[in-house]
């Protein structure tokens, strides 16, 4: 038997999910099965194919509902879940007949996978405490301060780093595999990780003066455009930390398969934000969580990209 897990890759939360989605399922139902996996990225063309669905079981956690008849089971806790009405009115058609399962409440799909797992199926493993833990602190920004979540000390905080940094799925795969037998620290130690992470921790320390570098902080709204540079995988707290009376941040990056508008809110600011970033967002065909949010473009699609923030900034600064 064979379960496919698409998850939302390159997301401390969307490996944690598969993690625990995994080790779940093994335990309760599947003992025995061969677990596949698929890293998801939001792109700006379809999301899903159907020949992505190849298992006897297919699951989507952490990522965009599918109507696709072959899904077996589903977990979200995103705002902007649905890509159209019509995929909407599927979910609601099947909610109640197959195991999908939807709370854009949560601050991390790690948490409300943990929940249904206890609530719903009396499945509660305390060897993965501290994975449901972590992945609510990272997705919900619960840190410290900014200068606690760029300052990564935490063991949670480094394969966040390597998760969102790493340009190779399979390395968010392996700790996938790890993170249901291993503790956090544990995965640190496996010598291909920390081989991975070093390098990629360097960069971090170097994109700190990129970001400083190309900033403007105006009317408590960051704005920075680092298109041009090798910048896939920074840390979205870097802005607060250089600017902390930002309350906004709107920027513009470049990886191989998308163009990416970012927006989100500061966790540590003074003052309340007050626009919902994921209804923002859904107007250019993105999405995300009232506080933060993303718009996906097409590779060639930079000046588009850059067009939509400057419309963004213009908002929020109003």
Known sequence: MKVRVLYHDHCFDGAASAAF???FSRECFYNGAEYAYTGM????AQLFDESEFDGDEN??????????DKVTWWFDHHQSAFLSAADQRDYEGKKDKRRFYFNPTYRSCTE?????AKTVYSYEPPELAELVYWAGIVDGADYDSAEAAVSMREPAMKLTLLIEAIKCSEMVQRIIRQMQVKTLEEILHDPVVSEAFQPLYDRHLRSIDVIRAASECRDKVIFFDVADQDMEGYSKFIPYYLFPEGVYTVSVSKASFRTKVSVGSNPWAAEEPTHNLAAICERYGGGGHPRVGAISFQPSEVEAARAAAAEIVQELRG
């Open 21 to 23: 989605f995994s080790k």
């Open 59 to 68: 699951v989507i956690v952490d990522f965009k509902y599918s109507p696709s």
């Open 41 to 44: 990225a939001h792109k700006a």
């Open 112 to 116: 409300w996978i943990a929940h249904i």
